[in-house]
């Protein structure tokens, strides 16, 4: 039995700060390691959400308290039956300790759903938690029916979060607040493109009129059909959560059709610096949220780097601009590390579910603590929110972008590095 004496005592202790030389000695030989389960799309038209993995994991493993732990990776292929079977195979044949998800609903929630059936503790994240909790549910659409998970926890921000960034970055826009969505069919898609618990109800409290044309297949290769609704409606914004692969067929069609919006504001696609850089000239002002940047205020609670040291590392191991996962691909580490330094025996998976519910851990992407706090009822025991601001990307002489901070209301401790520009 594989045992770790407690690593700090008192809930103001569990705290915020811990470094990897502060995990406790092992008790462990070395053939019996700490086994985390680590999921994610690492081919398929979601490995974006990837590209950080291999530097993120071999830093952690490089350090002392890394060595303490072997990591099982499983590729989902950017597919959700995929990332069930690599998840049931952690837990049955690798005998996982703890797993580690991240990356959109369709990786995460049916790897969480796996771990809430075998019981095993998992810790997700970069998936909104909306479609992750409602997702799960039995009946998403009976809210009297959904209960909360026992091994399951997830942090992240929401749609309430989205739907305050998108529109700060839009008032800053004289526009007729004409708003068009592209809402695939996926567990994104239909979160955000549900008439009653989705964008619409909040965009039209800010004053936005949504023309939602209805659901889309992911990897379509013509969007006449909604680019014509949206130039009938006049749509001056155009937002939605989309995939990389399917936003760039979008607004190459949209160009050549001769729609011009003055806002371009997608969740998920443009997040990435490549993803824009294939737009070339027609990506200059799109906007986007920001979950994470190097002018983060936050530091790791395992090394001490800020984000600004972290992304700065990235760029000179990689080659590669920095890139939104980046910090929290390491933050899982950060939380898996912290909480498995804080249980008796890591084999005892309520235990464990114990100590990831009773984390406060100040985090390379701000403070993840699971205590309710901006969250109802429903969701107030198995999700943390973490901060989030909007970005514009901006075209520089030498053909590469920047993400531009440009709306930072909802969280005035992250830096703002300008205001939003109307597309060209």
Request: aromatic share 10%; hydrophobic share 40%.
């Amino acid at each position: 039995m594989i045992k770790r004496r407690t690593l700090l005592k008192g809930t103001a202790a569990m705290a915020v700060g811990t470094s990897f030389g502060a995990f406790p000695a092992p008790a462990i030989s070395q053939n019996a390691k700490i086994k985390l389960g680590y999921v994610s799309p690492q081919t398929g038209p979601l490995a974006a959400f990837a590209e950080s993995d291999k530097f993120n994991i071999d830093a952690f493993l490089a350090t002392d308290i890394g060595k303490n732990f072997d990591i099982i990776v499983k590729d989902s292929q950017s597919n959700s039956n995929r990332a069930a079977e690599v998840a049931k195979e952690l837990i049955v044949s690798d005998k996982i300790n703890l797993m580690l998800v991240a990356s959109t609903p369709e990786n995460t929630n049916p790897v969480a759903t796996t771990c809430e059936a075998e019981e095993i503790p998992c810790i997700s994240t970069k998936a909104p938690w909306q479609p992750w909790f409602i997702g799960q549910q039995g009946n998403p659409g009976d809210p009297a029916s959904w209960k909360p998970f026992n091994f399951a926890y997830h942090y992240f921000w929401g749609l309430e979060d989205i739907i305050a960034v998108f529109t700060n970055m839009w008032a800053q826009l004289e526009t007729n607040k004409k708003v068009g969505g592209l809402f695939p069919n996926d567990g994104d898609g239909n979160a955000w493109g549900d008439p009653q618990n989705g964008l619409k109800p909040g965009l039209a409290a800010a004053g936005f009129e949504l023309n939602d044309p209805g659901r889309y297949q992911n990897l379509s290769d013509d969007f006449t059909a909604q680019i014509n609704a949206f130039k009938a409606a006049g749509s001056d914004i155009i937002t939605g959560v989309v995939i990389p692969p399917d936003f760039t067929t979008f607004w190459n069609q949209a160009k050549q059709q001769g729609m011009k919006p003055k806002a371009v504001t997608v969740a998920k696609a443009i997040l990435f610096p490549q993803s824009v850089e294939a737009l070339g000239e027609n990506g200059h002002n799109l906007s986007s949220e920001v979950w994470w940047s190097a002018s983060h205020p936050f530091k790791s609670s395992v090394t001490g780097q800020s984000s600004a040291d972290l992304a700065a590392e990235f760029t000179a191991k990689t080659g590669r601009p920095w890139t939104q996962p980046i910090g929290f691909i390491h933050s899982l580490f950060e939380m898996a590390s912290n909480v498995m330094g804080r249980v008796e025996d890591v084999t005892d998976a309520e235990g464990v579910a114990a100590a990831i519910a009773a984390s406060k851990v100040d985090t390379v992407v701000g403070h993840i603590e699971w205590n309710g706090a901006g969250l109802p009822p429903f969701a107030a025991k198995n999700v943390a929110k973490t901060p989030l601001v909007g970005g514009q990307w901006r075209r520089q002489p030498d053909g590469k972008f920047e993400l531009v901070i440009v709306d930072n209301k909802t969280a005035t401790f992250i830096p703002a590095g300008g205001t939003m520009e109307p597309l060209a």
